[in-house]
């Protein structure tokens, strides 16, 4: 079984590309990050005829998750319970879904913005809520992962120059120990291989030259409970979907499962 995360940076500006991968990577269950579209836009029907169900929470603008399928989805859940919540609102940033075997979580965390400013508050409650929420599919005997856009870099050598973040968001001690906590909840990294380079970056901003100059970091992750990583036969970074024309500035993360 394959299942994959990936922040398609809007699903309208990247369906071409998107609906190609599907056809091409024999992708079973998809995580997305960043739809940018309301949930009446989505392209369910383009999606439905290469034989995936969607399960969607989006409202439009900036955000927006979804599970993809052709293996069956069932109990759907929208939301984060315990969200926090940003200046008044709750953003469409997590959905659950169970998909044959497996249950998973597309997650899409906060950006935090700089470390002064509200966001950054916003996006360590945000994981603690998330821990709460997932705790119990963490410590199930069931296939379990929290996949999607962490907007967090694991350690020092998920970027590519330690220096260059000095200050920044993605990389402070907090941020880090919210990852840390989660994983405390019962859950491991599923770090993939690279297919290119030593390290296995998911991101590279648009500017600078950050992809050739392979300038990037590790910020999509799968996060899974012992019965799913123990059914791990590969994980990789697929770095050739970053690149092109009308690429988003994050690759898919594949794993492989014998389930």
């Known amino acids: 079984m394959r299942i994959a995360t990936w922040n398609v940076n809007s699903i309208t500006a990247r369906l071409p590309r998107l609906l190609a991968w599907l056809e091409s990577s024999g992708t079973d269950v998809l995580c997305l990050q960043e739809a940018k579209v309301a949930e ?48 008044g609102s709750v953003e469409p940033r997590a959905i659950s879904a169970t998909c044959g075997p497996l249950r998973v979580w597309s997650v899409y965390v906060p950006n935090g913005r700089e470390v002064d400013h509200p966001h950054y508050a916003y996006k360590l409650q945000w ?59 019962g859950l491991s990294d599923v770090v993939p291989r690279p ?35 123990k059914a791990v036969s590969d994980a990789y970074v697929d770095r050739e979907e970053r690149k092109g024309k009308g690429a988003s500035d994050h690759a898919p993360v594949v794993v492989d499962l014998d389930v």
């Open 127 to 185: 994981f603690e809520a998330l821990k709460a929420a997932v705790a119990g599919d963490a410590a199930g005997s069931r296939p379990f992962a929290v996949m999607g856009d962490y907007n967090v870099a694991p350690t020092d050598d998920d970027v590519f120059d330690p220096a260059a973040y000095v200050g920044s968001t993605h990389v402070t001690p907090a941020e880090r120990a919210a990852l840390a906590s989660l994983r405390e909840a």
């Open 40 to 87: 009446e836009q989505f392209p369910a029907e383009q999606l439905r005829e290469l034989g995936y169900e969607s399960a969607v929470h989006a409202t439009g603008r900036w955000n927006g998750v979804a599970v993809l399928s052709r293996v069956g989805i069932e109990d759907v859940v929208k939301g984060l319970p315990g969200d926090p919540g940003f200046d």
């Open 195 to 229: 297919l290119k380079y030593d390290h296995p970056f998911t991101y590279w901003d648009y500017r600078q030259l950050c992809f050739p100059k392979n300038r990037g970091m590790r910020i999509d992750l799968v996060y899974a409970n012992a019965p799913f990583t």
